[in-house]
């Protein structure tokens, strides 16, 4: 990618608010659960589990599903590689409203 290109080192999975609200809570919070996600990012159960779905295949999160008394409890945490990706992700960002200004 040339110097130059205001957008190089932006990833098109972060695009999403969503997937970004959700990679922005995993790198501050050790594991997460869905209900609790779901709440913090305001949508549907459906939406979550979708764009959720889409962090899990690219790497960026892992899916532990557990219980917690008799009720099923799955929990969220960012990878090494989704960590790498959101924190390349934030610095390209910076660098592109940085180039703007």
């Not at 532990?64 to 959101?86: C, D, E, H, L, P």
């Amino acid at each position: 990618m040339a110097a130059n290109n205001p957008i190089a080192g932006l990833n098109k999975i972060f695009d999403n608010r969503i997937r970004l609200g959700v990679m922005s809570i995993l790198m501050v919070n050790e594991e997460i659960n869905f209900n609790d996600l779901k709440q913090m990012l305001e949508v549907t159960d459906g939406n979550l589990a979708t764009h959720l779905q889409t962090l899990e295949e690219s790497g960026f999160i892992k899916v532990q599903k557990g219980f917690v008394g008799r009720k099923t409890n799955t929990t969220y945490s960012v990878t090494k590689a989704g960590q790498k990706a959101f924190n390349d992700h934030i610095t390209g960002l910076e660098k592109m409203i940085r180039g703007i200004k």
